[in-house]
């Protein structure tokens, strides 16, 4: 693991210091993903902090209310406001995207 190739003394400050880490948790969660549309939706979800299903609709075409549920299967948080992603996973994929 990167961690223990710097020496296991440094501690990493962000997911940016670990890419072997960050490689291994989107390879899990991207080969879960059945296609761009639900990858997309994944991405809405990193970037807001709670997504609903009109978030989706203002931001993707018809199938929303379809990737909104599937968001539910996956995401598996929640509160009143909506579903959000766990921290470590947000990073991640925002880390993917730049």
Do not use: K, Q
């Amino acid at each position: 693991m990167d961690a223990e190739r710097r020496g296991g003394d440094v501690l990493p400050r962000t997911l940016g210091d670990l890419p072997d880490v960050v490689r291994d948790l989107l390879t899990r969660i991207l080969d879960e993903v059945p296609g761009p549309g639900h990858r997309l939706a994944l991405e809405v979800c990193a970037h807001g902090n709670v997504v609903t299903g009109n978030v989706l609709r203002s931001m993707l075409d018809d199938s929303a209310e379809e990737l909104f549920t599937w968001l539910r299967t996956v995401v598996r948080r929640g509160g009143p406001y909506g579903l959000f992603l766990h921290d470590m996973v947000t990073d991640a994929l925002g880390a993917d995207l730049r």
